[in-house]
């Protein structure tokens, strides 16, 4: 039994159970050998992984010989379909293309042929095969590169084909070294990498010569990959007309054949509008019924049609560039119902077996070979799409309005079909394409049921690139359901084939999800697989590690004469993390017995040039690390700032002078604590501060004495100096001296007369605007200040009493009375 992926075992896909399969249960067990661990596929749990066991190891595998190639290379082709035989098409204009392709591939180049879609390609690579059978030891291999960004599975295919390997997927390693060896021409159709992902398929079969088929906006192979280059245009004028009459059967018009040079210009020569065109004219026929035979007969009674039929005429020039629309509409209901099935997928048709179970219809398989004829369909390697355009041109007529409910069947269906236990992985897998792209289309409801039941069949079937997106989308569909026992086995598969494929971060970060999740779920069997395949990565971590340790540099040897940069120096750390400075004590004495300090073990520092800075010796354990450190102002600090000057002096450090290279001395004296200068400096500050204060006090004080201006009274609230020959001036309009007095005679305050300052005096604060509270004919408040203690002027506040508002405002000054009177 093969078991290279993307490889059909027949051209019927039943569910009948195939002759000489082995009797499957509900749940189909597949073991598997992937590298060097044994997988077996559980369908119900999840996938079991181990070491494979002493003595099981494979040996080196056989080579196929021609008879099985010939086998693997027919089971890469297209099935045959029922219903009439489709015609050749003719290779026309190639000639010389094929001669030197055959030329290049001989002497073991590999050559990339580039054409638009439809021009010929597949064809030209099947002329090709047929003239290369014995140029290469192992034959030529065929291959799809349709899909395929990465050389992966391209290589996994290769080796595959060439030698027999049932169930068993070579590591990486083994992989690169078998296909190494193989030497045969590889035609690669469909290629859709390029660039590094080409180069690494090249580099690693040396011996293998490609023909790679490409369009020509996919990515060109590198400068350095030598790959020749060939290009395949459109065809003449003549060779157009010969393709079209050869797709008719019959001879063209006059009409047809100016129709067909229109079209020849329109379409660049382009050979697959002509079989579509031809397709046409054969469509044109039977409706004008212009063939021999209806001539002969007589129109019948039952034939539903009239003597005197209205002839069809030729399509449009427009009709002819894109045709899909009227080859659809005379093609029959099965091929329409089939056409809307591939536009729902994506362009993708199922295999014809399928079609009687979608369609509804018993005869629907043969619907297959009459959108071939029509040039509707592409054969791309063991399964057929759309051809190019053909798609935008259906949906755009309605073809895609029903694409949810068509996907959604399919999905349903396919679901069922990939469960059956009648139903080999192998099968399963030359569906794949179909099956992805109705998962990709269904409701998370039918995604999670598909998923489920086809990812087992593809990790059984060694189609490991399908099982792992089928995986993505159906964990993805399932966190969208809700549905967590679902989740939990779709992260589970995915960390055993990250494992499978040494992806050791990516399988323990899956496998502790699905264990996270099955232990919410209480699921015992679940989480013991999982925790199964979790110690399998960390013993594969830790093997990599003992492989591959940490660099560790240790400390450099002292040199005979180094070169210290003044940019840089080296210090030791170890290993271990040192006390902090600030719980050291301040003072320690050395024990009795105990070495002296100069006489401890330190490190050796090599000379340092003048300017650098030295770093402080500190003991080396045996693994210590060299570390550059740039030499830049560092302020050691074990407590955060308390004071404004700690605060300027971290975020305004002084820049370090260079100094001199110190002597050794014999005992180094203790250094000062590191905060008494500090003290030092606070006390010197303090004491500056106090005297400034001072002097601004006193400076304040004797301002006192010197003469304001003459007018101008305004009131502030500061002490003023009474002397005892001041007395007080009663103005009404302008202020007058007052005659020196020793005590203040007791007055009755008259209405609209106020006390002002006295002149030469600094003015008390602003009164307040309200009235006073003294009646008229009451004396006027005055301030009193206590006896001076000493000799001097008593200081003393000057308060201004207002009246009540009168017409005229007068304005007088109190003064306090004199030390003496005590008044």
């Not at 192979?221 to 059967?249: I, M, Q, R, T, W």
């Not at 079609?355 to 029509?374: N, Q, R, S």
Request: charged share 20%; net charge negative; glycine share 8%.
């Amino acid at each position: 039994m093969s078991t290279g992926p993307a490889v059909s075992t027949g051209p019927a896909v039943s569910t009948a159970p195939a002759p000489g399969a082995p009797a499957a249960g509900p749940a189909r067990v597949v073991s598997l050998t992937a590298g060097d661990f044994t997988l077996t596929v559980n369908p119900v749990d999840g996938s079991e992984i181990e070491p494979l066991r002493p003595g099981t190891e494979p040996g080196r595998p056989a080579r196929r010989d021609a008879a099985a190639r010939a086998v693997r290379d027919s089971a890469a082709r297209p099935p045959v379909l029922p219903g009439p035989a489709v015609p050749a098409r003719p290779l026309l204009e190639c000639e010389e293309e094929r001669e030197r392709l055959v030329r290049l591939l001989g002497r073991g180049r590999s050559v990339r042929l580039t054409g638009p879609a439809g021009s010929g390609r597949s064809a030209l690579l099947d002329a090709v095969a047929d003239r290369c059978a014995g140029l290469a030891p192992d034959g030529v291999v065929r291959l799809s590169g349709y899909g395929h960004q990465q050389p992966g599975e391209l290589l996994h295919a290769l080796y595959a084909t060439v030698y027999e390997a049932e169930r068993a997927r070579p590591g990486r390693i083994e992989l690169l070294a078998r296909v190494r060896e193989i030497g045969a021409v590889v035609l690669l159709d469909d290629l859709e990498m390029g660039g590094p992902a080409l180069d690494e398929l090249l580099r690693a079969t040396p011996e293998c010569a490609y023909l790679l088929a490409a369009t020509p906006d996919t990515r060109a192979p590198s400068d350095h990959s030598h790959v020749e280059e060939v290009f395949l245009g459109g065809l003449g004028k003549a060779e157009c007309l010969e393709l079209l009459e050869s797709g008719a059967g019959r001879p063209l018009t006059d009409e047809e054949i100016a129709w067909a040079g229109d079209l020849c210009f329109a379409s660049v020569g382009l050979p697959l509008r002509f079989v579509q065109a031809a397709a046409l004219l054969r469509q044109r026929d039977e409706l004008n019924h212009s063939d021999e035979d209806d001539e002969e007969e007589e129109p019948g009674v039952f034939e539903g049609r009239p003597r005197d039929a209205v002839q069809v005429p030729l399509p449009t020039l427009a009709e002819g560039a894109a045709p899909a629309e009227l080859l659809a509409s005379r093609v029959s209901e099965s091929a329409r119902a089939a056409l809307r099935i591939a536009c729902a997928l994506g362009g993708e048709l199922p295999h014809h077996a399928h079609l009687p179970a979608l369609v509804g219809d018993t005869h629907a398989d043969t619907a297959v070979a009459e959108l071939l004829t029509c040039g509707l369909l592409t054969p791309v390697g063991t399964r057929y799409r759309l051809a190019a355009g053909v798609a935008r041109q259906l949906e755009e007529v309605g073809y895609g309005d029903t694409a949810s409910e068509e996907a959604r069947t399919a999905a349903r269906h396919y679901a069922w079909w990939t469960g059956h236990a009648s139903v080999v992985p192998e099968r399963v897998a030359a569906e794949a394409d179909a099956v992805l792209a109705a998962l990709a289309g269904a409701d998370v409801v039918a995604a999670v049921l598909l998923a489920r039941t086809a990812a087992p069949a593809f990790a059984a079937s060694l189609h490991w690139e399908a099982w792992e997106r089928v995986l993505r989308s159906g964990a993805e569909a399932a966190r969208k359901a809700g549905e967590v026992a679902e989740q939990a086995y779709f992260h589970h598969e995915l960390g055993v084939l990250a494992l499978c494929e040494e992806r050791l971060d990516r399988a323990r970060a899956e496998l502790e999800t699905s264990i996270g999740l099955r232990g919410a779920l209480a699921d015992k069997r679940g989480t013991v697989a999982g925790r199964r395949a979790l110690a399998l990565v960390v013993d594969r971590e830790n093997a990599v590690a003992a492989v591959s340790p940490p660099l560790r540099l240790e400390a450099p040897a002292v040199p005979a004469a180094p070169a210290a940069s003044p940019d840089a120096v080296t210090v030791a750390t170890p290993a271990a993390p040192a006390a902090p400075a600030s719980k050291a004590p301040k003072t320690a004495k050395p024990a009795p017995g105990a070495p002296a300090a100069s006489e401890a073990p330190t490190a050796k520092v090599a000379p340092v040039a003048p300017g650098a800075r030295v770093a402080p010796v500190v003991p080396v354990s045996a693994e210590a690390v060299t570390r550059m450190t740039p030499v830049v102002p560092v302020t050691a600090r074990s407590e955060p700032p308390t004071t404004l000057s700690e605060v300027f002096e971290d975020a305004f450090p002084l820049t370090p002078k260079p100094a001199p290279t110190p002597a050794l001395r014999p005992a180094a004296a203790p250094a000062p604590a590191p905060g008494r200068r500090r003290r030092v400096l606070l006390a010197g500050a303090g004491a500056l501060t106090v005297v400034a204060l001072g002097t601004v006090v006193s400076l304040a004080l004797s301002s006192s004495d010197t003469s304001p201006p003459a007018e101008g009274p305004s009131v502030t609230r500061t002490p003023t100096v009474t002397a005892p020959t001041t007395a007080p001036v009663v103005s009404k309009n302008d202020p007058a001296p007052e005659p020196p007095v020793s005590a203040p005679p007791a007055q009755s305050a008259v209405p609209g007369q106020s006390l002002a300052p006295t002149p030469g005096r600094t003015p008390a604060r602003t009164p307040s605007r309200r009235p006073s509270a003294t009646p008229p004919n009451s004396p006027p408040a005055t301030s009193v200040s206590p006896p001076p203690t000493t000799a001097g002027p008593s200081p003393t506040p000057t308060e201004t009493v207002v009246p009540s508002p009168t017409a005229t405002t007068q304005t007088g000054t109190a003064t306090a009375p004199s030390p003496a009177t005590g008044r």
